[in-house]
């Protein structure tokens, strides 16, 4: 029954403690990943930044097109980085490619500090979530209620420390943010999360500004 705690099914702690070991690697790569173009765009001229990400997401567009061309490049690429990257990216473009193009999306679309805290959302409450979230009872369509937790409450916290430290805008905005990526993790939406946290959440923001 839905909302009562179950345990995972078929699945002892030893296989999840094994299965989260296995995460790790792909999940500190995701963190530092996501947050590093953000953290750029701090001391850098904001056309210059933009010029940067589009030939940045140019280019791995450009190597996302030529390993699905040439199966042989495509095995070399996983042999390297197998550990970063998830089976089915194998047919698809990577996750980092979709973060590529939420980075340079957000910083078109919206203002730097929208930007930046819509890609720190994603940088702390996705891996944090899929480290946590398989320790969770409570599940709901794949995932758990401490998965999501696990997701929104480092994204208050960032958002807390960025716009009280940095920024300075209405405390409502990065609230609703933080609750707006953390929905987006939780629907099982056909878009990459990687590419559809970051510009909901920047975009639910940006309209909390402009109506505040």
């Given amino acids: 029954m839905k909302g009562r705690p179950v345990d995972r099914p078929s699945t002892s702690r030893r296989l ?3 299965g989260i070991i296995g995460k790790l690697p792909r999940s500190v790569f995701h963190m530092f990943g996501v947050a590093v173009a953000p953290a750029v765009s701090l001391f ?19 190597f996302e097109s030529a390993r699905f061309a040439d199966r042989k490049v495509n095995r070399w690429f996983f042999r390297y980085c197998v550990r970063l990257l998830r089976g089915n990216e194998v047919s698809r473009l990577t996750g980092v490619t979709y973060v590529m193009v939420a980075i340079l999306i957000c910083f078109l679309v919206f203002e730097r500090d929208i930007a930046i805290m ?11 979530s899929g480290l ?26 960032a958002g807390w420390a960025l716009n009280s ?6 405390p409502v905005i990065p609230v609703v943010g933080a609750v707006v990526a953390v929905a ?13 946290i970051p510009v909901a959440s920047g975009a639910a923001m940006a309209a909390v500004g402009m109506w505040g």
């Fill in 16 to 18: 999840v403690f094994r």
């Fill in 44 to 62: 850098v001229p904001s056309k210059v930044f933009l010029i940067g990400m589009a030939m940045v997401t140019g280019l791995f567009m450009a």
């Fill in 118 to 128: 819509a890609m720190a959302f994603l940088a702390v409450g996705d891996p944090l």
């Fill in 132 to 157: 946590i979230g398989p320790w969770g009872r409570w599940w709901w369509k794949g995932k758990t209620v401490e998965g999501h937790l696990a997701f929104l409450i480092p994204s208050l916290a």
């Fill in 165 to 170: 430290y940095l920024f300075g805008l209405p």
């Fill in 184 to 196: 987006l993790h939780a629907l099982p939406l056909p878009v990459n999360d990687n590419l559809s």
